[in-house]
């Protein structure tokens, strides 16, 4: 399937025209607009979150009991 050529682009402008009138076209394209913002805007969130949970290090703790009673706990830290 191809693109709308010059005067199918024509039609389908009078069309719309006809169907909302002059005065919604404005408002529907302000919230199309407003769409298309939050829908950037979440992606950019998902983006920043994936990167920050792949910077963020693991700290793990072991505690251990020695012999005589005594705990001893142990870190590690790694970087993803």
């Given at each position: ?23 919604k076209i404005p408002e529907f ?52």
């Amino acid at each position: 399937m191809s693109m709308p050529g010059g005067s199918e682009w024509i039609l389908i402008i009078l069309a719309v025209l006809i169907l909302f009138g002059g005065r919604k076209i404005p408002e529907f394209m302000r919230g199309l607009g407003k769409g298309i913002r939050e829908f950037n805007d979440a992606k950019d969130n998902v983006r920043r979150e994936i990167e920050e949970g792949a910077k963020e290090k693991d700290v793990k703790k072991v505690v251990t009991t020695n012999e005589d009673g005594s705990v001893t706990t142990t870190t590690t830290t790694t970087t993803h």
